[in-house]
């Protein structure tokens, strides 16, 4: 089996987060889901999995954090850049990384170690592995819940805050994703950016695996989709909705 280094992102907005504030808090990773600190389960669900080597956790404030994490050997808390993808592209051009990666977020209240099962397995050997949830399985699981979607042939997916880095030939796709950063969600734009022509239009006419293979091709990666099997894992705690929505799953009322 192969073993990852999972690097969990804990950072905070510049100039303050208002949802943490509203908690009296001052990391959004702290605001308390069901008792405890959110990060808490992310960093739970990932030290229980013995897929998992080691638990990298990058944060601007170690010592806020550090207050409420486990006394572990296999994680530490690193700090992180003024950007996400500036973080990572700098894990991925150190020598000492151990790959491969898996990227995941502070806010995945509701990470399993299944969830961390299906992507891993799936995931392997690619350079570049995005896990997906199917608008119909969330749909059918939560019909009241509202996300992004991004539409293609066969289906509409949402993300689910996990990526695999499977090579340093990742480092391709994370410079483009440092480019457009503040345009995450949109993901059409990554497209237009590589020069496939009539974007949008394409994205309806083929399937996410087709554009996968496209992009793939364009930048020099294996690149892999990944419908993840639980709906649940395109839940994250961003807004107040979503953690009374996460509150209510994890107290089997939802």
């Not at 949802?19 to 992310?42: C, Q, S, T």
């Not at 995945?108 to 119909?136: N, P, S």
């Not at 796709?173 to 734009?189: F, N, P, S, T």
Request: proline share 6%; charged share 25%.
């Amino acid at each position: 089996m192969i073993r990852w280094t999972a690097l969990l992102l804990a950072g905070s907005r510049p100039g303050g987060d208002p949802f943490a504030a509203a908690h009296g808090v001052e990391a959004k990773a702290l605001i308390p889901v069901a008792g405890e600190a959110m990060i808490l389960r992310p960093v739970r669900a990932l030290l229980g999995n013995a897929r998992i080597r080691r638990v990298r956790v990058l944060a601007q404030d170690k010592a806020l954090l550090a207050a409420v994490l486990p006394v572990d050997p296999r994680l530490t808390i690193e700090p992180s850049g003024v950007t996400i993808a500036a973080t990572i592209e700098a894990i991925i051009a150190s020598p000492a990384t151990r790959w491969p990666l898996l990227v995941t977020t502070a806010d995945h209240a509701l990470l399993t170690g299944a969830m961390i099962d299906d992507f891993c397995a799936r995931a392997e050997g690619a350079d570049l592995a995005i896990g997906l949830v199917e608008r119909g399985a969330l749909m059918a699981r939560l019909p009241d819940t509202k996300r992004t979607w991004i539409g293609f042939r066969g289906g509409a997916y949402s993300g689910a805050n996990l990526f695999a880095l499977g090579s340093p030939k990742a480092m391709r796709a994370v410079r483009l994703w440092r480019e457009v950063e503040q345009d995450r969600k949109q993901g059409w734009k990554l497209l237009t950016m590589l020069g496939v022509p009539g974007v949008m239009g394409l994205m309806r006419l083929w399937t996410i695996e087709k554009v996968m293979r496209k992009l793939g091709h364009r930048l020099g990666l294996s690149i892999r989709a990944i419908r993840l099997e639980d709906p649940l894992a395109a839940v994250d705690v961003d807004k107040p909705a979503d953690l009374k929505l996460v509150e209510r799953i994890i107290a089997g009322t939802t």
